[in-house]
């Protein structure tokens, strides 16, 4: 499981580049107020959801960063310059998926899901037609990659506990980095 978490992450290293440097400045994407997953939100799950498995927020995770990829490269011309970087990223992360699906038995993916984790899953498989404008939000390309990234790192941090000077991608001090 850890190889190709590792492999995602080190192409993440390259989000500056091809999501900041490639898009005009200050350009953001619509997306649901759910596809917008940040360390916050998961440590609100943890503190809100008594005996959440990790497994449940590893799979939201999935569901999420999925969708936000697919939106991504719907949104870039055919010859935009991080058109390849973000079809490669997204190829990496079903290369991910496939993997954590096939390292758990088939059963742990029927039990039902906690009330909040169903309301937020139900948000995100909803018709866009149907969503209120209320419920959507503009992020940047970059935004939502760093979302992936830190809160990969948070919820796989077995894979990344070897890495040197490794930050506590879970730890409160992270949630407004740099502002």
């Known amino acids: 499981m850890c190889t190709p978490l590792r492999t995602l992450n080190d192409s993440l290293s390259h989000r500056r ?29 943890r503190s809100q ?12 995770w999935f569901q999420v ?33 496939g993997v954590f699906v096939q390292s758990h038995p088939t059963e742990v993916f029927q039990v039902d899901l ?15 037609e149907r969503v209120p404008e209320s419920n959507w939000r503009f992020a940047s390309p970059k935004s939502l990659l760093d979302n992936l990234c830190h809160t990969m790192q948070c919820l796989f941090t077995e894979c990344f506990a070897s890495t040197e000077a490794q930050q506590d991608y879970c730890g409160v001090s992270q949630w407004r980095k740099g502002r």
């Open 49 to 60: 959801v008594k005996g959440l498995d990790e497994l449940v927020l590893q799979r939201l």
């Open 114 to 128: 906690p009330e909040t984790i169903q309301d937020t899953w139900d948000h995100l498989t909803e018709e866009p």
């Open 17 to 45: 580049r091809y999501m900041k440097h490639n898009f005009p400045i200050n350009y953001t994407i619509r997306v649901h107020h759910k596809e917008i997953l940040k360390l916050s939100d998961i440590t609100r799950m």
């Open 65 to 97: 960063n999925q969708g936000v990829l697919k939106k991504l490269i719907r949104v870039m011309p055919e010859r935009h310059p991080s058109r390849p970087y973000t079809t490669e990223l997204e190829r990496r992360f079903k290369d991910v998926e």
